[in-house]
Protein backbone atom coordinates (compact mmCIF):
# COMPACT_ATOMS: atom_id res chain seq x y z
CA UNK A 1 0.00 0.00 0.00
CA UNK A 2 2.54 2.35 0.67
CA UNK A 3 4.98 1.29 -2.40
CA UNK A 4 1.79 2.12 -4.20
CA UNK A 5 1.05 5.69 -2.75
CA UNK A 6 4.96 6.44 -3.17
CA UNK A 7 4.86 5.34 -6.78
CA UNK A 8 1.62 7.35 -7.38
CA UNK A 9 2.96 10.25 -5.53
CA UNK A 10 6.35 10.05 -7.99
CA UNK A 11 3.82 9.39 -11.37
CA UNK A 12 2.09 13.13 -10.06
CA UNK A 13 5.27 14.96 -9.74
CA UNK A 14 6.97 13.77 -13.07
CA UNK A 15 3.88 14.37 -14.85
CA UNK A 16 3.54 17.55 -13.49
CA UNK A 17 6.92 18.69 -14.01
CA UNK A 18 8.79 19.58 -17.70
CA UNK A 19 10.12 16.78 -19.24
CA UNK A 20 13.90 17.07 -18.62
CA UNK A 21 16.08 17.58 -21.58
CA UNK A 22 13.15 18.65 -23.66
CA UNK A 23 14.01 20.49 -26.80
CA UNK A 24 10.63 22.29 -27.80
CA UNK A 25 7.94 23.44 -25.27
CA UNK A 26 4.53 24.21 -27.23
CA UNK A 27 2.50 25.35 -24.81
CA UNK A 28 -1.34 25.12 -24.99
CA UNK A 29 -3.09 27.20 -22.55
CA UNK A 30 -2.81 30.74 -21.20
CA UNK A 31 -1.92 29.86 -18.26
CA UNK A 32 1.05 27.28 -18.81
CA UNK A 33 4.02 27.76 -17.23
CA UNK A 34 7.24 27.86 -19.53
CA UNK A 35 9.69 25.19 -18.58
CA UNK A 36 12.05 26.49 -16.02
CA UNK A 37 14.45 23.37 -16.41
CA UNK A 38 18.08 24.03 -16.10
CA UNK A 39 18.32 25.27 -19.56
CA UNK A 40 21.32 27.17 -21.03
CA UNK A 41 18.54 29.09 -23.09
CA UNK A 42 15.29 29.58 -23.77
CA UNK A 43 14.13 30.85 -27.29
CA UNK A 44 10.59 32.40 -27.87
CA UNK A 45 8.81 32.86 -31.05
CA UNK A 46 6.44 35.43 -30.52
CA UNK A 47 3.75 35.68 -33.12
CA UNK A 48 2.08 39.40 -31.69
CA UNK A 49 1.22 40.54 -35.06
CA UNK A 50 -2.26 40.66 -36.06
CA UNK A 51 -1.38 40.21 -39.62
CA UNK A 52 0.03 36.74 -38.89
CA UNK A 53 -3.20 35.57 -37.70
CA UNK A 54 -4.90 36.45 -40.80
CA UNK A 55 -6.16 33.39 -42.42
CA UNK A 56 -4.19 34.48 -46.19
CA UNK A 57 -1.18 33.98 -43.32
CA UNK A 58 -1.68 30.47 -42.70
CA UNK A 59 0.81 29.30 -45.15
CA UNK A 60 3.59 31.64 -43.97
CA UNK A 61 2.96 30.83 -40.33
CA UNK A 62 3.43 26.98 -40.87
CA UNK A 63 6.39 27.99 -42.64
CA UNK A 64 7.67 29.56 -39.23
CA UNK A 65 6.13 27.23 -37.15
CA UNK A 66 8.08 24.48 -39.16
CA UNK A 67 11.01 26.78 -38.74
CA UNK A 68 10.60 26.33 -34.69
CA UNK A 69 10.27 23.14 -34.69
CA UNK A 70 13.70 21.98 -36.82
CA UNK A 71 15.31 24.81 -34.72
CA UNK A 72 14.10 23.72 -31.54
CA UNK A 73 15.39 20.66 -32.31
CA UNK A 74 18.70 21.45 -33.63
CA UNK A 75 19.68 23.82 -30.92
CA UNK A 76 20.09 20.48 -28.26
CA UNK A 77 18.75 19.97 -25.10
CA UNK A 78 20.06 22.38 -23.52
CA UNK A 79 18.42 24.91 -25.09
CA UNK A 80 14.48 25.59 -25.20
CA UNK A 81 12.40 26.69 -27.65
CA UNK A 82 8.94 27.87 -26.79
CA UNK A 83 6.00 28.74 -28.80
CA UNK A 84 2.52 29.73 -27.41
CA UNK A 85 -0.90 27.78 -28.76
CA UNK A 86 -4.49 28.38 -27.98
CA UNK A 87 -5.07 24.43 -28.28
CA UNK A 88 -2.39 21.94 -29.88
CA UNK A 89 -3.83 21.43 -33.93
CA UNK A 90 -1.94 19.89 -36.73
CA UNK A 91 -0.20 22.39 -39.27
CA UNK A 92 -1.72 21.26 -42.15
CA UNK A 93 -4.94 22.61 -40.56
CA UNK A 94 -6.34 25.52 -42.46
CA UNK A 95 -7.44 27.21 -39.46
CA UNK A 96 -3.92 26.76 -37.81
CA UNK A 97 -3.40 30.96 -37.67
CA UNK A 98 -6.57 31.03 -35.49
CA UNK A 99 -4.73 28.45 -32.53
CA UNK A 100 -2.04 30.96 -32.13
CA UNK A 101 -1.69 32.79 -28.63
CA UNK A 102 -1.81 35.70 -30.10
CA UNK A 103 -2.36 37.55 -26.64
CA UNK A 104 0.40 36.00 -24.58
CA UNK A 105 2.90 36.44 -27.56
CA UNK A 106 1.29 40.56 -26.80
CA UNK A 107 1.85 40.62 -23.54
CA UNK A 108 5.98 39.21 -24.13
CA UNK A 109 5.95 42.10 -26.93
CA UNK A 110 4.62 44.49 -24.68
CA UNK A 111 7.12 44.14 -21.89
CA UNK A 112 9.98 43.91 -24.03
CA UNK A 113 8.76 47.33 -25.88
CA UNK A 114 8.44 46.07 -29.25
CA UNK A 115 5.67 47.28 -32.04
CA UNK A 116 3.71 44.33 -33.19
CA UNK A 117 3.36 45.51 -36.59
CA UNK A 118 7.81 44.72 -36.86
CA UNK A 119 6.75 40.82 -35.88
CA UNK A 120 6.87 38.19 -35.15
CA UNK A 121 9.92 37.64 -32.84
CA UNK A 122 12.05 35.60 -31.73
CA UNK A 123 13.97 36.05 -28.13
CA UNK A 124 16.46 34.39 -27.01
CA UNK A 125 18.05 34.95 -23.22
CA UNK A 126 19.90 33.05 -21.18
CA UNK A 127 17.46 33.78 -17.92
CA UNK A 128 14.30 32.08 -17.09
CA UNK A 129 11.89 34.54 -19.86
CA UNK A 130 9.07 35.81 -16.75
CA UNK A 131 6.95 38.36 -18.48
CA UNK A 132 6.59 39.90 -15.34
CA UNK A 133 10.65 40.42 -14.89
CA UNK A 134 12.00 39.83 -18.55
CA UNK A 135 15.72 39.38 -17.81
CA UNK A 136 17.30 42.58 -19.43
CA UNK A 137 20.29 40.59 -21.47
CA UNK A 138 18.13 39.18 -24.29
CA UNK A 139 18.97 39.39 -27.96
CA UNK A 140 15.14 40.36 -30.19
CA UNK A 141 15.41 39.12 -33.81
CA UNK A 142 12.48 40.94 -35.91
CA UNK A 143 10.84 37.65 -38.25
CA UNK A 144 8.39 39.95 -39.62
CA UNK A 145 8.86 40.35 -43.57
CA UNK A 146 11.97 38.03 -43.62
CA UNK A 147 11.84 35.89 -46.75
CA UNK A 148 12.07 32.17 -46.11
CA UNK A 149 15.83 31.96 -47.21
CA UNK A 150 16.77 34.79 -44.98
CA UNK A 151 15.00 33.37 -41.83
CA UNK A 152 16.47 30.03 -42.70
CA UNK A 153 19.85 31.59 -42.63
CA UNK A 154 18.96 33.78 -38.88
CA UNK A 155 18.41 30.57 -37.40
CA UNK A 156 20.75 28.95 -38.77
CA UNK A 157 23.16 31.12 -38.24
CA UNK A 158 21.17 31.20 -34.36
CA UNK A 159 21.55 27.39 -33.90
CA UNK A 160 24.94 27.11 -34.32
CA UNK A 161 25.50 29.94 -32.00
CA UNK A 162 23.17 28.41 -29.13
CA UNK A 163 24.65 24.46 -30.09
CA UNK A 164 28.72 25.43 -29.55
CA UNK A 165 28.66 28.37 -27.27
CA UNK A 166 25.21 28.27 -25.47
CA UNK A 167 24.49 32.06 -26.25
CA UNK A 168 23.83 33.98 -29.23
CA UNK A 169 25.34 37.19 -30.47
CA UNK A 170 23.42 40.50 -29.22
CA UNK A 171 24.92 42.36 -32.11
CA UNK A 172 23.12 39.91 -34.72
CA UNK A 173 19.88 41.18 -33.62
CA UNK A 174 21.01 44.17 -35.46
CA UNK A 175 22.77 43.25 -38.21
CA UNK A 176 21.62 44.79 -41.35
CA UNK A 177 20.29 40.97 -42.98
CA UNK A 178 17.81 40.87 -40.41
CA UNK A 179 15.87 43.97 -41.20
CA UNK A 180 13.57 43.21 -43.78
CA UNK A 181 14.09 45.34 -47.37
CA UNK A 182 11.12 47.59 -47.92
CA UNK A 183 10.35 47.88 -44.26
CA UNK A 184 10.11 51.29 -42.55
CA UNK A 185 13.73 51.16 -39.95
CA UNK A 186 12.69 50.82 -36.11
CA UNK A 187 11.78 53.69 -34.36
CA UNK A 188 14.37 55.63 -33.21
CA UNK A 189 15.70 54.23 -28.97
CA UNK A 190 15.13 56.69 -26.54
CA UNK A 191 18.46 57.33 -26.60
CA UNK A 192 20.60 58.91 -29.01
CA UNK A 193 22.80 56.55 -31.18
CA UNK A 194 25.87 58.81 -30.59
CA UNK A 195 25.74 58.36 -27.28
CA UNK A 196 25.51 55.34 -27.05
CA UNK A 197 28.07 54.36 -29.90
CA UNK A 198 30.38 56.97 -27.77
CA UNK A 199 29.60 54.87 -24.77
CA UNK A 200 30.62 51.29 -26.49
CA UNK A 201 33.75 52.63 -27.92
CA UNK A 202 34.75 54.06 -24.71
CA UNK A 203 34.02 50.87 -23.01
CA UNK A 204 35.79 48.80 -26.29
CA UNK A 205 38.66 51.39 -25.66
CA UNK A 206 38.64 51.03 -21.60
CA UNK A 207 38.93 46.94 -22.34
CA UNK A 208 41.39 46.97 -25.35
CA UNK A 209 43.46 49.41 -23.00
CA UNK A 210 43.03 47.02 -20.20
CA UNK A 211 44.19 43.76 -21.93
CA UNK A 212 47.36 45.00 -23.56
CA UNK A 213 48.50 46.18 -20.35
CA UNK A 214 50.23 43.83 -18.86
CA UNK A 215 50.63 43.81 -15.25
CA UNK A 216 52.73 42.09 -12.86
CA UNK A 217 52.85 42.47 -8.79
CA UNK A 218 55.68 40.14 -6.80
CA UNK A 219 54.94 40.71 -3.16
CA UNK A 220 57.85 37.88 -2.45
CA UNK A 221 55.09 35.33 -1.13
CA UNK A 222 52.56 35.75 -3.73
CA UNK A 223 53.16 36.84 -7.85
CA UNK A 224 50.25 38.06 -10.04
CA UNK A 225 50.47 38.36 -13.22
CA UNK A 226 47.44 39.74 -15.66
CA UNK A 227 48.41 39.01 -19.25
CA UNK A 228 47.30 39.83 -22.96
CA UNK A 229 43.40 39.04 -23.43
CA UNK A 230 42.56 35.70 -25.32
CA UNK A 231 40.31 36.22 -27.90
CA UNK A 232 40.78 40.30 -28.81
CA UNK B 1 56.48 81.01 5.63
CA UNK B 2 54.00 79.13 3.16
CA UNK B 3 54.69 75.40 3.54
CA UNK B 4 52.73 72.86 0.95
CA UNK B 5 50.97 70.60 3.76
CA UNK B 6 48.67 67.60 2.75
CA UNK B 7 46.52 65.53 5.42
CA UNK B 8 47.77 62.14 4.40
CA UNK B 9 45.39 60.25 6.43
CA UNK B 10 42.23 62.08 5.05
CA UNK B 11 43.30 61.42 1.51
CA UNK B 12 43.75 57.67 2.13
CA UNK B 13 40.03 57.23 3.56
CA UNK B 14 38.56 59.77 0.74
CA UNK B 15 40.35 57.87 -2.17
CA UNK B 16 39.75 54.37 -0.68
CA UNK B 17 36.22 54.72 -0.56
CA UNK B 18 35.61 56.89 -3.91
CA UNK B 19 37.99 54.41 -5.38
CA UNK B 20 35.84 51.75 -4.56
CA UNK B 21 32.80 53.34 -5.48
CA UNK B 22 34.34 54.08 -8.80
CA UNK B 23 35.61 50.49 -9.35
CA UNK B 24 32.09 49.18 -8.93
CA UNK B 25 30.48 51.21 -11.40
CA UNK B 26 33.36 50.92 -14.04
CA UNK B 27 32.92 47.10 -13.61
CA UNK B 28 29.40 47.37 -14.55
CA UNK B 29 29.73 50.11 -17.04
CA UNK B 30 32.39 47.22 -18.69
CA UNK B 31 30.52 44.42 -18.68
CA UNK B 32 27.83 44.84 -20.61
CA UNK B 33 27.07 46.70 -23.69
CA UNK B 34 26.28 49.85 -24.15
CA UNK B 35 23.25 49.44 -26.40
CA UNK B 36 21.65 46.38 -23.77
CA UNK B 37 21.22 48.97 -21.02
CA UNK B 38 21.80 53.07 -22.49
CA UNK B 39 20.79 54.36 -18.85
CA UNK B 40 22.79 52.35 -17.14
CA UNK B 41 25.73 52.47 -18.93
CA UNK B 42 25.61 56.38 -19.10
CA UNK B 43 24.76 56.05 -15.40
CA UNK B 44 27.70 54.00 -14.76
CA UNK B 45 30.24 56.11 -16.60
CA UNK B 46 29.14 59.55 -15.86
CA UNK B 47 29.22 58.75 -12.00
CA UNK B 48 32.53 57.52 -12.07
CA UNK B 49 34.01 60.28 -13.94
CA UNK B 50 31.93 62.76 -11.99
CA UNK B 51 33.31 61.07 -8.72
CA UNK B 52 37.09 61.17 -9.55
CA UNK B 53 36.61 65.03 -10.31
CA UNK B 54 34.76 65.50 -7.22
CA UNK B 55 37.70 63.73 -5.19
CA UNK B 56 39.95 65.50 -6.68
CA UNK B 57 38.17 68.92 -5.74
CA UNK B 58 38.15 67.97 -2.27
CA UNK B 59 41.50 66.66 -2.09
CA UNK B 60 42.59 69.83 -3.89
CA UNK B 61 40.94 72.49 -1.90
CA UNK B 62 40.27 71.00 1.49
CA UNK B 63 42.69 68.16 1.98
CA UNK B 64 46.18 70.15 0.90
CA UNK B 65 47.27 73.38 0.03
CA UNK B 66 49.39 76.44 1.71
CA UNK B 67 49.50 76.99 5.60
CA UNK B 68 51.38 79.60 7.11
CA UNK B 69 54.40 78.04 9.43
CA UNK B 70 54.36 79.14 13.30
CA UNK B 71 55.53 82.19 14.11
CA UNK B 72 59.13 81.97 15.45
CA UNK B 73 58.73 83.85 18.29
CA UNK B 74 61.62 84.43 20.83
Redesign the interface.
Known amino acids: MRFSILFAAALLIGGAAPSAGQATAELVSPTAQIPRGTYKTWSLFLVCNPDWVAPEKSADLANLYRRFKSFGDAIGRENLAVWFWKRQVRVSDPQLAENVDVARSAEFCGTLGRAPSQGPYLVVTAAYPDVAAFPKERAVFELGGLQAADLAKLLNALTDQLLLQGRVDAAMAAAPSSTPPGNTPPAAPPMSSLWIRLLEGTRQSIIGFGCKVKLQIDTGLLTAELRECAGQ | MSIKRWHWGKIVILWAWGGFVVVLL?TR??S????????V??MS?LGSVLILIALTIVTWLWLGGKDNAPTDRR
Do not use: I, T
Open positions: LFLQKAELDPVSSF
